[in-house]
């Protein structure tokens, strides 16, 4: 069936560290991959999405690459800020899936000034 | 903004008890969902909803759970006799058309706690 792994949280980084958070997937065919972002209190929002293999989505200096060939979609942000700190959930949508995501497990990032 | 809106953002209820959760979807929206986020784990797909019927579920979605749009603007899952293992945090969404074209905007979620 589909999954997604996604590097388990907390991650603790001092303000303009650089982050990664890794996201691979399985999944048939060609799905749909995603990072949602839950602010302390908000609900889920999409952070930014790719839909084809080598696409790259990118939003507020966040960026990530779908990787077919390595089934990746990792998280990555060259100098985080303190207002960066939530949790960070990466999602597909398979080709025969209909109108279900599924979702990693989240990881929680934590920037200290 | 628009946002979807979830109602209570916590509910404590006693096991075997009826629990509804309730949300607001986005006015213009037309497919509506439910998630779950048991502590610790993965979020995971309850059932979506177009046009008045339930679209898709998961085996998650057992005959004592329900979803209903009651009047229009509600989106409501009704669980009937509530387990411990039901004890999670439950996300609305919805979307405006199905999300292979548009974006699903999440609740911020209604935290269950049975005991």
């Known amino acids: 069936g589909n999954s997604v792994t996604q590097m388990e949280g907390p991650v603790t980084l001092s303000e303009e560290a650089f982050l990664t958070i890794n996201c691979t997937y399985t999944a048939t065919g060609y799905p749909s991959l995603f990072w949602y972002v839950q602010y302390p209190g908000e609900g889920l929002q999409l952070l930014l999405k790719?839909?084809?293999?080598?696409d790259k989505g990118s939003n507020k200096g966040f960026e990530a690459t779908y990787r077919k060939e390595t089934t990746s979609f990792h998280l990555e942000k060259g100098s985080v800020q303190v207002s960066d700190s939530a949790v960070y959930f990466c999602?597909?949508?398979?080709?025969?899936?209909?109108?279900?995501?599924?979702f990693g497990g989240g990881t929680r990032l934590m920037v200290k000034p | 903004e628009p946002e979807v809106t979830q109602t209570p953002s916590h509910q404590v209820t006693q096991m075997g008890q009826e629990v509804i959760l309730r949300c607001v979807p986005i006015?213009?929206?037309?497919?509506f969902y439910w998630y779950r986020q048991i502590l610790g784990q993965k979020v995971e797909f309850l059932v979506s909803f177009y046009n008045n019927e339930i679209s898709e579920k998961s085996e998650i979605f057992d005959d004592q759970f329900s979803v209903e749009r009651p009047d229009g603007s509600n989106f409501t899952l009704k669980i009937r006799s509530t387990k411990l293992e039901d004890s999670a945090m439950y996300f609305c969404?919805?979307?405006?058309?199905?999300?292979?074209?548009?974006?699903?905007?999440f609740g911020q979620g209604t935290r269950l706690t049975v005991v």
């Open positions: 006015s213009n929206h037309l497919y």
């Open positions: 999602a597909l949508r398979a080709d025969n899936a209909g109108n279900m995501l599924t």
């Open positions: 790719a839909t084809k293999a080598d």
């Open positions: 969404a919805s979307s405006e058309q199905g999300i292979r074209n548009t974006e699903a905007f």
